[in-house]
């Protein structure tokens, strides 16, 4: 079984932070949200879906409150999200495992290249020229914050470097893995080659477009039976971990994940 998406970080309630937290499922947390499409242009509208987890399994997130950040993150800030952020905001719609919702005609204002009003400056890029809008999912006890990737432009370099940019530039899709083998020594994901995407972005030191490619990673969750590491790196056609206790029929989840904030999670038998 596997869904389609972006991925999540956990940073309040009752989970650790979701890069640090544990393999093993021992109550109930937010694993994913997922988003189709996984990359959007102000004014596009994209699904999304939190996925939750716990020792019984997969877990309805009914109740996820939705909400749209739309605080830039001052210059006193690091982090990914504004401290703001964490404070009360609007519902982005009802309560429910899912919301559709068009992305804020600002958003490139807000947290991409053009200049943010107030007293801030531009965001800029991840390692793949990627900006993100936060939406954040309140449920059972913890907040969670995806980050939906906008198609914002080239940003700030030279008019003939932004027009091939916009020429050869394709927007992201997210993995599709094919299924997860639960065995007793290995959990073992696989994917069809190709997976790892292809992508332009821009050196804005060189002012000039360079040719990159996705990378991949695999965040391990299971019932029981502890794993080696809680993340790994995806090859080509797939990734796998060690099982340290065999555990029978213990459910297993992979959330994989691409370099530009697309993912899929895929749910043993």
Same mark, same amino acid.
Request: hydrophobic residues 45%; negative net charge; contains cysteine.
């Given at each position: 079984?596997?869904?389609?998406?972006?991925?999540?970080?956990?940073?309040?309630?009752?989970?650790?932070?979701?890069?640090?937290?544990?393999?093993?499922?021992?109550?109930?947390?937010?694993?994913?949200?997922?988003?189709?499409?996984?990359? &959007? &242009?102000?004014?596009?509208?994209?699904?999304?879906?939190?996925?939750? #987890?716990?020792?019984?399994?997969?877990?309805?997130?009914?109740?996820?409150?939705?909400?749209?950040?739309? #605080?830039?993150?001052?210059?006193?800030?690091?982090?990914? @999200?504004?401290?703001?952020?964490?404070?009360?905001?609007?519902? &982005?719609?009802?309560? =429910?495992?899912?919301?559709?919702?068009?992305?804020?005609?600002?958003?490139?204002?807000?947290?991409?290249?053009?200049?943010?009003?107030?007293?801030?400056?531009?965001?800029?890029?991840?390692?793949?020229? =990627?900006?993100?809008?936060? @939406?954040?999912?309140?449920?059972?006890?913890?907040?969670?914050?995806?980050?939906?990737?906008?198609?914002?432009?080239?940003?700030?370099?030279?008019?003939?470097?932004?027009?091939?940019?916009?020429?050869?530039?394709?927007?992201?899709?997210?993995?599709?893995?094919?299924?997860?083998?639960?065995?007793?020594?290995?959990?073992?994901?696989?994917?069809?080659? =190709?997976?790892?995407?292809?992508?332009?972005?821009?050196?804005?030191?060189?002012?000039?477009?360079?040719?990159?490619?996705?990378?991949?990673?695999?965040?391990?969750?299971?019932?029981?039976?502890?794993? #080696?590491?809680?993340?790994?790196?995806?090859?080509?056609?797939?990734?796998?971990?060690?099982?340290?206790?065999?555990?029978? #029929? &213990?459910?297993?989840?992979?959330?994989?994940?691409?370099?530009?904030?697309?993912?899929?999670?895929?749910?043993?038998?």
């Amino acid at each position: 079984m596997r869904w389609a998406g972006v991925w999540v970080a956990l940073v309040a309630g009752c989970a650790p932070p979701f890069d640090d937290a544990p393999a093993l499922l021992e109550s109930p947390r937010l694993i994913a949200v997922l988003v189709e499409p996984p990359e &959007a &242009a102000p004014g596009e509208r994209v699904s999304l879906r939190a996925v939750a #987890a716990g020792p019984a399994g997969l877990v309805p997130a009914t109740e996820a409150r939705w909400s749209l950040c739309t #605080a830039p993150v001052p210059p006193t800030e690091t982090g990914s @999200v504004s401290s703001a952020c964490l404070g009360d905001l609007s519902a &982005a719609g009802p309560d =429910g495992e899912t919301l559709t919702v068009a992305v804020p005609a600002n958003a490139c204002a807000l947290f991409g290249p053009e200049t943010p009003p107030g007293d801030f400056r531009p965001r800029d890029p991840d390692a793949t020229g =990627g900006f993100y809008q936060p @939406v954040r999912v309140d449920w059972s006890g913890q907040i969670a914050f995806a980050f939906v990737r906008l198609r914002c432009g080239a940003g700030r370099v030279a008019t003939d470097v932004a027009l091939e940019f916009l020429a050869r530039y394709t927007p992201n899709q997210n993995p599709r893995p094919i299924d997860l083998v639960a065995g007793p020594e290995r959990l073992v994901v696989r994917w069809p080659a =190709g997976t790892r995407e292809p992508f332009v972005r821009v050196d804005p030191e060189a002012q000039r477009v360079v040719d990159d490619v996705e990378a991949i990673t695999v965040s391990w969750f299971v019932t029981a039976g502890p794993v #080696a590491t809680a993340r790994v790196a995806g090859g080509e056609e797939g990734a796998e971990v060690e099982r340290l206790d065999p555990a029978g #029929a &213990a459910a297993a989840f992979a959330v994989v994940r691409d370099s530009r904030g697309g993912a899929a999670v895929v749910v043993s038998p």
